[in-house]
């Protein structure tokens, strides 16, 4: 991202559809799922985080905050910051 904020890139190249996937990210709050390959949008099935997802305190790959994902099948998710996503 031009200005700093932290994007996150996660791919799901399998054709199995991955529910309650954990990723660990730098800043807890809310994430904007701001692009789904799978989106109904780019004619896929509509499976995802339905545009946004909340980090908890759970540190997890060596990150303080993560994210519980829903990965659709076969996609790539672009994740960033709600409050830097303006």
Known sequence: DPDGAPVVCVA???PLLRESYRLGVPQGGEWLEC???DSSYYGGSGQGNMGNVTADKRAWNDQPYSLELTLPPLAVLWLRPVDEAS
């Open 12 to 14: 799901n190249l399998s």
């Open 35 to 37: 692009v789904n390959t």
